[in-house]
């Protein structure tokens, strides 16, 4: 039972994590008015700044992670970035916005490596993409959490009080957090031991080895590039292109966040733990596909001009894309020896969160401005932006399929462990 209580505590820091993270993506609108920016000044203030310090950090972070206690390393983090989250809730001009933001991005470096580690030595290396999909169950709750509860609380008491109530919500599950989790072995679940822990070059030097390693980091990148690029624009092109309020866009969007989320990981968990899914191979051909479908549903979301018909194929596109966040991590997992882990965590962190919370955003927000007559942004030019971001999920899916070339002989030199039913699958 330990392990499932591990893994709740998991859940929830994840859960905490994405809360804290895109809660401001749902009030984006009013604090662009409030503090009279362009689309491409919000974009930097709300995602740029606080993505430079979230992968900046997490090397270093990531580094004491596989070295240290994970548990202290975790707890302090959830502490950081949620006392942060209350002073962007006291925040009063641009500048205090922008420390707020930088200091979550500090924070935040330390959760998910951390949490993967942890998890992968409570968890056998066969039902390792199994339990990390249902920890990325934290993602569509916090996605909610960052919708619902955001547009909810930002229409009645106006933006700030979000802020307010999770960054307080955060420091009190980090000191749970810390009362009750146990620190476990590392690597006590794997044949390949290391007795020492390997130097940053040496990791990278290893992980750029591992293609297979390679090509699942620049998928699961590319896909954060790709769906949650499109969903921090998605409450302000419902809020134009519809005139509705933050509330009422959030409406729409949280509930396939929390139902279409969850189920989409939990049927993912459940394929993930067939014996038929033992070979890594049906994993990454499974997600691929899945992308590549949505990525055409997207597309049309964005073209059309109709709300029922952005909101019907809201619920293929949303749960898309966390279908491959839980099995990402578990791949890459598997693909790292065990005093690796953080830091092949940290690698794919850093690509993916560059990808969607410093390219998509201010990229998205450059095109917007730039559309638009006279330069201010509106409705029409939002729309051509994000209509030029939708087509990137077909580069992600390639990623996926090319990596099944080298995927089973790269986890086996990882874990040391044989792939089971190991009739080998035809390679692409």
């Given at each position: 039972m330990a392990r499932w209580y591990v893994l709740l505590?998991?859940?929830?820091?994840?859960?905490?994590?994405?809360?804290?993270?895109?809660?401001?993506?749902?009030?984006?609108?009013?604090?662009?008015?409030?503090?009279?920016?362009?689309?491409?000044?919000?974009?930097f203030l709300t995602g740029t700044s606080l993505a430079l310090f979230y992968v900046l950090f997490g090397f270093p972070l990531s580094w004491l992670t596989?070295?240290?206690?994970?548990?202290?390393?975790?707890?302090?983090?959830?502490?950081?970035?949620?006392?942060?989250?209350?002073?962007?809730?006291?925040?009063?001009?641009?500048?205090?916005?922008?420390?707020?933001?930088?200091?979550?991005?500090?924070?935040?470096?330390?959760?998910?490596?951390?949490?993967?580690?942890?998890?992968s030595d409570y968890f056998p290396c066969v039902r390792r993409p199994m339990a990390l999909t249902i920890f990325a169950l934290g993602a569509p709750i916090g996605a909610w959490i960052a919708a619902d509860f955001a547009g909810r609380i930002s229409d009645l008491y106006g933006w700030r009080t979000v802020f307010l109530w999770l960054g307080a919500a955060g420091v009190i599950f980090g000191v749970w957090l810390y009362a009750t989790v146990r620190e476990p072995r590392r690597g006590c679940l794997d044949h390949r031991l290391q007795a020492d822990s390997p130097s940053f070059l040496v990791t990278m030097k290893y992980l750029w080895s591992q293609r297979a390693a390679?090509?699942?980091?620049?998928?699961?990148?590319?896909?954060?590039?790709?769906?949650?690029?499109?969903?921090?624009?998605?409450?302000?092109?419902?809020?134009?292109?519809?005139?509705?309020?933050?509330?009422?866009?959030?409406?729409?969007?949280?509930?396939?966040?929390?139902?279409?989320?969850?189920?989409?990981?939990?049927?993912?968990?459940?394929?993930?733990?067939?014996?038929?899914?033992?070979?890594?191979?049906?994993?990454?051909?499974?997600?691929?596909?899945?992308?590549?479908?949505?990525?055409i549903i997207s597309i049309v979301i964005y073209w059309s001009h109709s709300l029922s018909v952005a909101t019907a194929l809201f619920w293929i596109f949303i749960p898309?894309?966390?279908?491959?966040?839980?099995?990402?991590?578990?791949?890459?997992?598997?693909?790292a020896e065990p005093r690796m882990r953080a830091m092949f965590c940290c690698v794919v962190l850093f690509?993916?969160?560059?990808?969607?919370?410093?390219?998509?955003?201010?990229?998205?927000?450059?095109?917007?401005?730039?559309?638009?007559?006279?330069?201010?942004?509106?409705?029409?030019?939002?729309?051509?932006a994000l209509l030029c971001l939708a087509p990137t999920g077909f580069w992600a899916t390639f990623h996926f399929f090319w990596s099944a070339r080298h995927l089973v002989q790269d986890q086996e030199r990882a874990t040391g462990i044989k792939v089971m039913g190991r009739p080998e699958l035809t390679a692409l």
């Open positions: 505590m998991m859940v929830t820091v994840y859960t905490l994590s994405i809360a804290d993270r895109y809660a401001i993506s749902t009030v984006l609108e009013p604090i662009r008015l409030e503090l009279h920016l362009t689309d491409s000044g919000i974009a596989d070295r240290y206690s994970r548990r202290i390393i975790l707890t302090c983090s959830v502490l950081a970035w949620s006392a942060m989250t209350i002073c962007t809730g006291l925040s009063h001009n641009y500048r205090q916005l922008q420390l707020s933001r930088l200091g979550v991005g500090v924070g935040e470096a330390g959760g998910t490596p951390g949490a993967n580690s942890i998890l390679v090509h699942v980091v620049l998928a699961t990148s590319v896909c954060a590039l790709w769906g949650w690029g499109l969903m921090w624009w998605t409450p302000t092109f419902l809020m134009r292109t519809y005139s509705l309020s933050a509330g009422q866009a959030g409406a729409i969007t949280a509930p396939i966040h929390l139902y279409g989320g969850i189920a989409a990981s939990l049927l993912t968990a459940w394929l993930l733990a067939q014996p038929w899914m033992a070979n890594p191979k049906r994993i990454v051909w499974l997600l691929g596909s899945i992308i590549g479908v949505s990525t898309s894309i966390y279908f491959y966040i839980g099995p990402g991590f578990g791949l890459l997992n598997n693909l690509v993916a969160n560059v990808f969607n919370l410093v390219v998509a955003p201010q990229a998205v927000g450059l095109l917007s401005d730039w559309f638009a007559p006279g330069h201010i942004a509106n409705a029409a030019s939002l729309r051509l």
